[in-house]
């Protein structure tokens, strides 16, 4: 038996099940300053430490777990995350998640500080200062490059779906092809460096520098057949980053050159899920959670927060009627043409491969949560109003800009204290 054989058995038995589907959210969120500069996050750890159990790094507070969420430090120390524990339903992840972020809101109120609904920065740009101090970033930098700085700015809004071993790859693979359906509903990054960049969705667009020739981050070239099929595309890629005794350290070369050299044991595997850890694509497993994470959404504003946890549950729920329908209409040039359409979305926000083409997948998202009983299908409506309007959110982020500079864009994107 090959070790990616071996690696894809492994990996798979941490994928069952639950009844409904469990879900769970990692939201990214800007905390700026008054005039729209990065916030140092670490002024807000004490006021919101209690209850909550401390997490460091060296003498660094990097984050604060309770029972139901957990606050971390991402990136950039401007941005702060709320980690939600997996939930039944979409109502229960929501009031969990509004619960976690009033607080924020309220903490940084106290020290003259916003809370954004937006997927990015919006004035400080990408630097070695904006960076969190944490010794594996300092690492990633080094054998990335400028580009790995594009992380101290972005937020996204990432989704967790407890996903069957059997259906594990065909719902990668379509999430993945759905990429483009998620920027063009979700995409929220239009302004940062207080300047337009010229992307409905920065966030994507410049990320997507990381080793693009292997499409390490955003939507892959292609499908993978199976699971060790999977593995093996990611072993093929660079292999970033080590660890020993705790102590992160460059590697060079891809991944299969050092499995060349190892047994496929206990430390091998626990380097491959450091590997895979440092893949970013739009639609990735994650065997510690036995979940299907989906990562192509900024933040969205307030008023919606919800919108790209329902649509991506939506996806998976209804994601056999989805593949059908585009098999359908499609056939052998579905991941080529939604590449391409990938690529202009990002760039020129909302627009579509063909007409009716995301109505169509919201209405099997629909029907996927409507046949889960629990009224989640209603949390639906602000993306069916975005694309009647063929409308997103950075379009009314770059709308305030432009009619209100920074200023204009922070009081648009604000999360309000008496709304969290």
């Given at each position: 038996m090959s070790w990616q054989t071996h690696f894809a058995e492994r990996f798979g038995r941490a994928f069952t099940r639950r009844q409904p589907r469990t879900i769970g959210r990692e939201a990214e969120h800007p905390i700026v300053t008054s005039d729209g500069h990065a916030a140092d996050i670490g002024v807000l750890w004490s006021d919101l430490a209690a209850g909550m159990e401390v997490q460091r790094e060296g003498d660094i507070i990097v984050g604060l777990t309770g029972p139901d969420y957990t606050?971390?430090?991402?990136?950039?120390?401007?941005?702060?995350?709320?980690?939600?524990?997996?939930?039944?339903?979409?109502?229960?992840?929501?009031?969990?998640?509004?619960t976690a972020l009033?607080?924020?809101?309220?903490?940084?109120?106290?020290?003259?500080?916003?809370?954004?609904?937006?997927?990015?920065?919006?004035?400080?740009?990408?630097?070695?200062?904006?960076?969190?101090?944490?010794?594996?970033?300092?690492?990633?930098?080094?054998?990335?490059?400028?580009p790995w700085l594009w992380f101290t700015l972005t937020a996204s809004d990432?989704?967790?779906?407890?996903?069957?071993?059997?259906?594990?790859?065909?719902?990668?693979?379509?999430?993945n092809l759905l990429a483009p359906v998620t920027?063009?509903?979700?995409?929220?990054s239009p302004i940062h460096s207080g300047l337009d960049s010229g992307f409905a969705s920065a966030r994507e667009g410049q990320m997507g520098e990381i080793h693009a020739e292997q499409s390490r981050h955003g939507m892959p070239e292609a499908p993978s057949a199976d699971l060790e099929a999977w593995i093996r595309?990611?072993?093929?890629?660079?292999?970033?980053?080590?660890?020993?005794?705790?102590?992160a350290f460059a590697r060079t070369g891809s991944f299969d050159d050092w499995m060349a050299t190892r047994r496929s044991d206990d430390d091998a595997w626990k380097a491959f899920l450091l590997h895979e850890h440092y893949i970013w694509n739009s639609a990735r497993p994650r065997s510690t959670h036995g979940t299907l994470e989906l990562r192509a959404a900024g933040q969205q504003p307030f008023q919606s927060h919800w919108a790209a946890a329902a649509l991506g549950l939506g996806m998976v729920e209804a994601g056999v009627d989805i593949a059908r329908w585009i098999d359908d209409r499609l056939g052998?040039?579905?991941?080529?043409?939604?590449?391409r359409w990938h690529e202009n979305v990002i760039r020129d926000g909302y627009c579509e491969p063909m007409d009716g083409f995301i109505e169509g997948v919201l209405e099997r998202c629909r029907h996927g949560l409507k046949r889960r009983a629990l009224g989640e299908e209603d949390l639906l409506a602000p993306l069916f109003d975005r694309a009647a309007r063929r409308r997103n959110p950075a379009a009314d982020a770059r709308e305030a800009f432009e009619?209100?500079?920074?200023?204009?864009?922070?009081?648009?994107?604000?999360?309000?204290?008496?709304?969290a």
């Open positions: 606050y971390a430090s991402e990136v950039g120390r401007g941005t702060l995350e709320i980690i939600t524990e997996p939930r039944p339903d979409l109502h229960a992840l929501n009031a969990t998640y509004e009033a607080r924020v809101v309220e903490v940084a109120d106290r020290h003259q500080l916003a809370v954004l609904g937006y997927g990015i920065q919006p004035l400080t740009p990408p630097s070695l200062a904006l960076q969190t101090p944490k010794q594996r970033y300092g690492v990633l930098l080094e054998v990335l490059g400028d990432q989704i967790h779906v407890t996903v069957d071993r059997d259906e594990l790859m065909p719902l990668t693979n379509l999430a920027v063009a509903l979700c995409a929220n595309r990611l072993s093929a890629q660079r292999f970033l980053i080590d660890k020993r005794q705790g102590i052998n040039d579905a991941w080529p043409v939604l590449r009619t209100g500079g920074v200023a204009g864009l922070v009081a648009e994107t604000r999360i309000p204290l008496d709304g």
